[in-house]
């Protein structure tokens, strides 16, 4: 079946400092990918996506790059800031926008001053 | 302003009892999703629907119910059957184009507490 798989959380960064969280995919087709944010007590928002392999996503200084030779769409930033602090979720659909979304455990990411 | 609505916010209900969740959106999408969020996990898919009386069961459908009849409200009801139904409740939605760049938005989700 398909399944998203992230790195454990929570992951705890200072300012400025550089973020990666890892995401792999296991999909029975080439999938869209996507990272959504959440913030505390809320829903989700979309951050970036992409659709077919060697896109790069990028979205208020986030960036992703769909690698299918990997299966992975590392989310990563240069300079993380203390309204960074959120949780991140890596997601997969295979066809077209009707189609289902498969999500990850999702990345607490806290970002101290 | 376009998007998608829950509500309450925050629900509290005693065991044994239903209780409908509801979802608008004015984003004139034809697909509509609920999910449920626990702690440290990912969203698991409950129900959705991609035309208006219309509906399939996701992952966890087990004491959980849906209605479609209008295309901009999908609510949910979390019957008594749900052994654990205490969680956070996304709706989503999504246009159907058939363009794979179309996204899924997210209403700011409902906490519900069983008491």
């Known amino acids: 079946g398909n399944s998203v798989t992230q790195m454990e959380g929570p992951v705890t960064l200072s300012e400025e400092a550089f973020l990666t969280i890892n995401c792999t995919y296991t999909?029975?087709?080439?999938?869209?990918l996507f990272w959504y944010v959440q913030y505390p007590g809320e829903g989700l928002q979309l951050l970036l996506k992409a659709t077919k392999a060697d896109d790069k996503g990028s979205n208020k200084g986030f960036e992703a790059t769909y690698r299918k030779e990997t299966t992975s769409f590392h989310l990563e930033k240069g300079s993380v800031q203390v309204s960074d602090s959120a949780v991140y979720f890596c997601?997969?659909?295979?066809?077209?926008?009707?189609?289902?979304?498969?999500f990850g455990e999702g990345t607490q990411l806290t970002v101290n001053p | 302003d376009g998007g998608i609505t829950q509500s309450p916010k925050y629900l509290f209900r005693k065991e044994g009892q239903n209780v409908t969740l509801s979802c608008e959106q004015n984003l004139n999408h034809d697909a509509m999703y609920w999910y449920r969020q626990d702690p440290g996990q990912g969203l698991r898919l409950i129900y959705y629907s991609q035309i208006v009386n219309d509906f399939q069961k996701g992952d966890i459908a087990e004491g959980y119910s849906v209605s479609r009849e209008k295309k901009e409200s999908f609510p949910l009801t979390v019957t008594s059957a749900q052994k654990n139904p205490t969680a956070f409740y996304l709706c989503?939605?999504?246009?159907?184009?058939?363009?794979?760049?179309?996204?899924?938005?997210f209403g700011p989700g409902t906490r519900l507490t069983v008491l």
């Open positions: 997601a997969l659909r295979l066809g077209t926008s009707g189609s289902r979304l498969t």
């Open positions: 999909a029975t087709g080439y999938p869209s």
């Open positions: 989503a939605s999504n246009g159907l184009s058939g363009d794979i760049t179309d996204t899924q938005y």
